[in-house]
């Protein structure tokens, strides 16, 4: 990591240099000419390597807790931030996420917003110096740059329903184009299929911090699912498209084909500190090196534990009852006892350090009973209300560890789990929910994929069918809190439905996050969305 910081370092300087030669030059020489060959020198140079690691690291905004992320869960049924007494109201801004009731000033609506095209500019911007480039992998590095591009405006789409989108070397003085819906998606489908050839082959997990071959596979699956939402978002049931199904099908046939994914014999070994090297699903990671890149994913568990907890957290994010309340005892997705990794935490009393802490809690080095901040025992509950103000506020809410916790530095930031984006576990998922839409291979093998999975992570296998409401039961079994639970819903037709503490329908306009009022002031081509 230190020689990437010198690279930067220097390109920086490469570049500053080339501007003041530009306006010494300029005193006998045409300034365009000077321009142009500055700009030349620059592309040639400039290393594509440290430009695409940047963009990588990019893709950390999905770690923090309040950012894309935050959008995608807590908007749903499986993630809420009470107010705790003085902790967690910041002026309501994670209740009007849960119940629907957000705006165009939200924060996080705009912080989102903007981080996100942010991230669409550097992979953009890389794409700037590739055809002067004399980097011997530079056609490598413009997939992988447009693959970061396109899993950005993906995401930017799904939440705000239109995407700005420059193509390299723009005037950056002009607004953007907006693409939107139906036409937006199209584009992106297009994209992925046209970088694929350009993209690394895949090795299984060994690869999955990068963009590969199968990454893009995955990706194309979700965006294939999720098209059939964006010809009308507000007209349900939406129709997906024979072809498109059976696209899926066939993707998801490659993946299970190769033979280079398996189902982890522990679903947590997927999320584990040391996960780059033990999961044996893992797809697309964002890396997270101890000491050098990453410190994020520490998050997980911070927005979730109680401050008198090892490690102590922010005691704010929980989930519903019912959500729990989804899953056998015998299912493995609920959580597990799991290696601490560290000797001073031999958790003695074998309690649940993964999934779902639910009643009293525990040290793991003596197995004592932990308490609250008044005293009182440290005793999650099933109960759990938008804003707490009663002697139990600190327990309320059953927490969720969907990261085994790093506890070998003494640096939190230096935690090791890499953040998961693409499982295999999704991929057998996604495949049978596009054989229930119509998809080659119909609801019979949609079945065998589910029991497929479901007997792995030790849940009573399905008997006789599988309907849409089961599947995603099923999706959220498997990927609660890993950010698809919106998505899911919408494609599904649920999330506006009524739910514990959103007692009533939602007005269609939240099936799009608002475009952020600062957002409009500055690009005409956007327009805010209906409702707002």
Not at 5 to 30: D, F, P, Q, R, Y
Not at 318 to 342: I, K, M
Not at 447 to 458: P, Q
């Amino acid at each position: 990591m230190k020689n990437s910081i010198k690279k930067v370092s220097l390109l920086g300087l490469t570049v500053a240099m080339a501007a003041s030669s530009c306006t010494k030059l300029n005193e006998g020489l045409n300034a365009t000419t000077t321009q142009a060959n500055a700009e030349v020198f620059l592309a040639a140079t400039a290393d594509l390597n440290v430009l695409i690691q940047s963009a990588y690291d990019g893709l950390q905004t999905f770690q923090n807790q309040d950012g894309p992320t935050s959008l995608f869960e807590n908007s749903t049924d499986e993630s809420l931030v009470p107010t705790r007494g003085g902790d967690w109201d910041d002026n309501g801004v994670w209740r009007v996420i849960h119940s629907h009731q957000w705006n165009a000033d939200h924060a996080q609506v705009a912080s989102s917003f903007n981080g996100l095209l942010q991230l669409v500019f550097n992979a953009t911007n890389i794409l700037t110096f590739i055809p002067r480039s004399t980097a011997p992998n530079k056609l490598q590095i413009e997939a992988e740059a447009k693959f970061i591009r396109a899993f950005a405006m993906f995401t930017v789409l799904d939440l705000y329903g239109q995407v700005p989108f420059r193509q390299p070397g723009e005037n950056l003085l002009n607004p953007p184009t907006v693409l939107k819906g139906t036409e937006a998606i199209n584009f992106l489908i297009s994209e992925v299929k046209s970088i694929r050839a350009n993209l690394p082959n895949s090795s299984g997990p060994s690869t999955a911090g990068r963009a590969t071959k199968d990454a893009a596979d995955v990706m194309l699956m979700k965006m294939l699912l999720q098209k059939a939402t964006y010809a009308n978002r507000s007209q349900l049931p939406y129709s997906f498209a024979a072809a498109d199904m059976n696209e899926v099908v066939t993707l998801a046939d490659g993946i299970i084909n190769s033979g280079r994914y398996t189902l982890s014999a522990n679903v947590w070994d997927n999320y584990a500190p040391n996960n780059s090297s033990i999961s044996t699903e893992n797809i697309l990671v964002g890396l997270n090196i101890g000491g050098s890149r990453g410190g994020g994913v520490r998050s997980a568990w911070y927005k979730t534990n109680h401050y008198n907890m090892n490690k102590s957290g922010w005691n704010g994010f929980a989930t519903l009852a019912e959500v729990y309340d989804r899953f056998e005892a015998t299912d493995t997705r609920r959580g597990v006892v799991y290696p601490t990794g560290v000797s001073s935490l031999p958790n003695p009393g074998n309690r649940i350090n993964t999934g779902f802490l639910i009643g009293q809690q525990y040290d793991l080095s003596n197995d004592a009973a932990l308490k609250d901040r008044k005293g009182a025992p440290l005793s999650f509950t099933r109960a759990v209300a938008s804003v707490e103000s009663g002697n139990n506020l600190e327990n309320t809410g059953i927490r969720v560890y969907r990261y085994p916790i790093d506890y070998a530095p003494a640096n939190d930031n230096n935690a090791d789990n890499d953040y998961v984006f693409y499982r295999y576990a999704d991929v057998l998922l996604l495949k049978a929910e596009a054989q229930l839409r119509g998809g080659t291979g119909g609801a019979a093998q949609a079945l065998a994929g589910v029991n497929t999975l479901r007997t792995r992570r030790g849940a009573t296998a399905l008997v006789g069918s599988v309907s849409l409401a089961q599947m995603l039961d099923e999706r959220q079994r498997e990927f609660y809190w890993d950010g698809w639970r919106r998505m899911d819903q919408i494609r599904f037709g649920t999330f506006l439905a009524s739910r514990t503490l959103k007692p009533t329908v939602s007005d269609a306009k939240y099936l799009y996050y608002p475009i952020p009022t600062g957002a409009l002031a500055v690009n005409p081509n956007l327009t805010q969305n209906p409702g707002y």
